[in-house]
């Protein structure tokens, strides 16, 4: 979904660095997520955030930190980069109906290796 | 404690034949539960959603699921399978505002 768009697409670093992985959107949505993907294991929620002052844990946070910039941006950090932390990783976003989260919008992803 | 159990890794369905993707949850409160495509190097995409209204569930490109309490299951179907439903498929349960993924069931179309 255009909407939600990651930067960059792909990267390759090495252990030990500092990695930043951007997200932002239009879509206008107070809620956005970060999810890692690895084969088998389906998406896991890293960390979300319900509005600027709001940063959740999620299942798997550790080693990693987030920044919610603004409504429409939120950045994940690997502030010190390990080989099992290579992944895909999505930003999504959502709606809140009836006090819960809704629908999610997953940007295109961002496929991170680390060396 | 929430989780979602896909109960395959890996359908494999002629073209033109029932497709049957299973998917059983555990939820401590009354969820929400999502299904979500993923096409291959794409993002995530809905295919239907189910949040306490009826029970059977319409999504997109035929596909359909229902919500059966008794039996904790969140199944999708479609009566007939085309080459380009190839994709990986995700059941998601959200019973407050966190999300939880299946593993996903991989779903193969031949000719």
């Known amino acids: 979904d255009a909407d939600v768009t990651q930067t960059p697409r792909n990267r390759i670093t090495k252990t030990g660095k500092r990695i930043m992985l951007e997200c932002s959107q239009t879509k206008g949505h107070d809620r956005m997520y970060w999810y890692r993907q690895d084969p088998g294991l389906g998406l896991r929620l890293i960390y979300y955030s319900f509005d600027v002052k709001d940063i959740n844990k999620g299942e798997i946070s550790d080693g990693y930190s987030v920044s919610r910039q603004a409504q429409a941006k939120f950045s994940l950090s690997l502030e010190s980069a390990i080989p099992n932390q290579t992944a895909l990783y999505f930003c999504?976003?959502?709606?809140?109906?009836?006090?819960?989260?809704?629908?999610?919008?997953f940007g295109p992803g961002t496929r991170l290796t680390v060396l | 404690a929430q989780s979602v159990t896909q109960l395959d890794s890996h359908v494999s369905v002629s073209e033109g034949t029932p497709v049957l993707l299973r998917c059983n949850y555990s939820?401590?409160?009354?969820?929400?539960l999502f299904w979500y495509v993923q096409h291959p190097n794409k993002g995530l995409q809905l295919l239907l959603k189910y949040t306490s209204a009826a029970t059977l569930v319409k999504g997109i490109n035929g596909f359909e699921a229902e919500f059966k309490k008794s039996e904790t299951s969140f199944h999708l179907t479609k009566p007939s399978a085309h080459m380009s439903d190839a994709a990986e498929y995700f059941c998601v349960v959200s019973p407050n505002n966190d999300m939880r993924f299946g593993a996903g069931t991989r779903l193969t179309v031949k000719p």
């Open positions: 999504a976003t959502s709606v809140v109906r009836g006090g819960r989260s809704d629908t999610q919008y």
């Open positions: 939820s401590s409160y009354s969820p929400s």
